[in-house]
């Protein structure tokens, strides 16, 4: 089994900043944290966001260049990246067989339902799960349809168990089939169809 690059493996200055953005995300969603009300801490977040977005590249300059390259895309994506603050973040393993793994807990920022997972987060990480199973396949290609069934809840702070899998292909068409796992019993299928297309990164 092998692990899917999305980093380097020792955080660097940007991972420990996203990690620590996400840790702030879930402390002010937490009703307790009466402290992040506080004009002090608020003005503080502020200042440093202003900071930050004065010398942030232009948003044109995020989808080309080095940002875009492959490994860029994984760093940065909404589910795997570690630079990226809104990603989870998940870390996923390609299996002997192909299909592709990962294990995770949602924390409180990913809530729909109470206590549970939103259900459209549940198919983002299912559609980049496929996309690694793809990837792996040779058959990397950009989302054209997902089905999502919602079979059980899945709760957040319980750990989850992500798959993706290749099913079959059809010149530029690749349908995989992903799932999110909790105890043992499948909480949500998806079904997708990939139509292979080249990506100008
Ligand atoms: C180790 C490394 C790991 C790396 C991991 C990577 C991680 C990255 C993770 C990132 C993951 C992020 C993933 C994302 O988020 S991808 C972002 C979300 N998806 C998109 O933005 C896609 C937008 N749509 C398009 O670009 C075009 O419409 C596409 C490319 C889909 C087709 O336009 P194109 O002009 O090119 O093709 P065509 O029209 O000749 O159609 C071709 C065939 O396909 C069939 N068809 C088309 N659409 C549909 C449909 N909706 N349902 C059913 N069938 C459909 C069509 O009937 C035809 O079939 P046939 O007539 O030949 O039988």
């Not at 999305?6 to 940007?14: E, I, K, L, Y």
């Not at 009300?37 to 202003?50: G, H, Q, R």
């Not at 990246?81 to 990913?110: M, W």
């Not at 105890?183 to 100008?200: M, N, Q, R, S, Y």
Request: charged residues 25%; aromatic residues 4%.
């Amino acid at each position: 089994m092998n692990e899917v690059d999305s980093g380097s493996g020792t955080p660097d200055a940007v991972e420990v900043a996203a990690d620590a953005v996400r840790r702030l995300t879930a402390a002010i969603l937490e009703s307790r944290v009466r402290g992040v009300a506080t004009p002090d801490v608020s003005e503080k977040i502020s200042v440093l966001a202003d900071r930050l977005e004065a010398v942030a590249a232009h948003p044109r300059e995020c989808v080309t260049g080095k940002i875009g390259t492959h490994e860029g895309a994984l760093q940065r994506s909404p589910v795997s990246g570690p630079k990226n603050p809104v990603a989870i973040p998940l870390r996923f393993e390609q299996c002997d067989d192909g299909s592709s793994l990962a294990h995770t807990e949602f924390p409180r920022q990913y809530q729909g339902p109470p206590g549970l997972v939103h259900g459209g987060v549940s198919g983002l990480v299912l559609d980049v799960a496929m996309a690694v199973a793809n990837s792996a396949a040779g058959r990397a290609g950009v989302t054209a349809e997902m089905t999502l069934r919602y079979l059980r809840p899945t709760p957040l702070y319980t750990e989850v168990t992500v798959r993706g899998r290749h099913v079959r292909v059809e010149g530029r068409k690749t349908w995989s089939q992903g799932t999110l796992e909790v105890d043992g019993e499948t909480t949500v299928v998806c079904d997708g169809l990939f139509i292979t297309k080249e990506l100008a990164l």
